[in-house]
């Protein structure tokens, strides 16, 4: 008699698991197709529209690192800038001209010939906040 009403008891848990299961899966399927709109729509685009980023990207911004423009992160790729140099970097911009860089106080021999190696991969642009806003040229908060 116990085997037989602990069998029940898993019985009915399974089933139950299923019919919350298959009930929680159509109210969703049912509420995305009121909520969202159809895909179609979320992929056009109104012509002539761009942002202030793509518009930058579009520059000479898209292919330098623009000093005063880029967070710390995007210094990775250049040997000896990330993270020290790239954050006194970004600490003492904006800069009028990429060779305004070589004027940061307190930068050893070292850190200037690391500069001086890679000054033609940099590039100075006006600051625009959408790359710069929310403060998290130092940390972004991305972690590896």
Same mark, same amino acid.
């Given at each position: 008699?116990?085997?037989?009403?602990?069998?029940?008891?898993?019985?009915?848990?399974?089933?139950g698991c299923f019919a919350w299961a298959g009930e929680?899966?159509?109210?969703?399927?049912?509420f995305s197709r009121l909520v969202l709109p159809p895909s179609s729509l979320i992929?056009?685009?109104?012509?002539?529209?761009?942002?202030?980023a793509d518009d930058k990207l579009a520059t000479e911004y898209g292919?330098?690192?623009?000093?005063?423009?880029?967070? /710390?992160? #995007?210094?990775?790729?250049?040997? @000896? $800038?990330?993270?020290?140099l790239a954050g006194l970097i970004?600490? &003492?911009?904006?800069?009028?001209? /990429?060779? #305004?860089?070589?004027?940061?106080? @307190? $930068?050893?021999?070292?850190?200037?010939?690391?500069?001086?190696? &890679?000054?033609d991969k940099f590039t100075v642009t006006d600051v625009e906040s959408v790359f710069i806003e929310g403060d998290t040229r130092l940390n972004n908060g991305f972690y590896d």
């Open positions: 008699m116990k085997r037989l009403g602990r069998l029940l008891a898993v019985l009915g848990l399974v089933l929680q899966s159509a109210s969703a399927a049912t992929a056009v685009e109104a012509p002539g529209r761009t942002n202030r292919k330098k690192l623009d000093l005063n423009n880029s967070g /710390v992160r #995007d210094f990775r790729e250049f040997r @000896g $800038l990330y993270p020290t970004i600490k &003492n911009a904006p800069y009028e001209k /990429v060779e #305004d860089v070589f004027n940061i106080s @307190g $930068l050893t021999q070292a850190q200037k010939k690391v500069l001086e190696a &890679n000054v």
